[in-house]
């Protein structure tokens, strides 16, 4: 099985700051990963997929980037509702895997 | 709107079976892979089961655990025998975009399994 590892597991942050989001892969898994966001309490919900597409509707603010083994999300400016946790995923093979997960909080 | 509303969660004693029921509604449910993802409580998301948009693939991480469909009913299953406590989980059915990325995603049911 592929295994993913989300750095670092949280953050701290204020409005408007830029946040990175790194996500490696114990084998290459080209441009087969995906970004999901998930509110507490809530369903994730996809942001980016093939590595730095961006879903329908997602803001701008959200981009990803990468290839083979490792991977970022970036928020360009934070906002109030982005505070959330998120995963990386890769879709390269199955078993889907997913990172451990990153939660960006309010500094 | 797309709309996936599971259902059959509970409280299930330990060696029991119980089958989850998704329901989906606002896109043409015959032709998407379908998976079932699961959340231990507090914890990261886990990948279970996906299904082809016909029904003739179908893979599971856990041996215990079938994944199913009927496409005159636009309902998705997950049959899971032999539950543990482990098994104590959010389940969430999940549309498939493309091969492995999940695009939407239900509301999630509950299943606790305990004596």
């Known amino acids: 099985d592929i295994q993913m590892t989300q750095s670092p597991s949280s953050v701290s942050a204020s409005v408007g700051d830029r946040v990175t989001i790194t996500c490696r892969a114990s084998q290459g898994i080209s441009s087969w990963l995906a970004w999901y966001q998930q509110r507490p309490g809530k369903a994730p919900k996809l942001l980016i997929y093939?590595?730095?597409s961006l879903q329908s509707g997602v803001p701008s603010r959200f981009s990803g980037s990468g290839s083979g083994t490792d991977f970022t999300l970036t928020i360009s400016s934070l906002q109030p509702e982005d505070f959330a946790t998120y995963y990386c995923q890769q879709a390269n093979s199955f078993p889907l895997t997913f990172g451990g997960g990153t939660k960006v909080e309010i500094k | 709107q797309v709309q996936l509303v599971e259902s059959g969660g509970g409280v299930v004693q330990p060696g029991r079976s119980l089958r989850l029921s998704c329901a989906a509604s606002?896109?043409?449910?015959?032709?998407?892979?379908m998976h079932w993802v699961r959340q231990a409580p507090g914890k990261g998301l886990e990948w279970v089961a996906v299904?082809?948009?016909?029904?003739t693939n179908a893979d599971s991480v856990k041996g215990r655990f079938t994944i199913s469909r009927d496409n005159s009913k636009n309902t998705l299953y997950l049959q899971m025998n032999s539950l543990r406590a482990e098994d104590t989980a959010v389940y969430y059915c999940?549309?498939?975009?493309?091969?492995?990325?999940?695009?939407?995603w239900g509301q999630g049911t509950l299943v606790t399994v305990s004596s």
């Open positions: 999940a549309k498939d975009l493309s091969t492995g990325v999940i695009d939407y």
């Open positions: 093939a590595a730095s």
């Open positions: 606002g896109f043409t449910f015959s032709n998407s892979g």
């Open positions: 299904i082809s948009y016909d029904g």
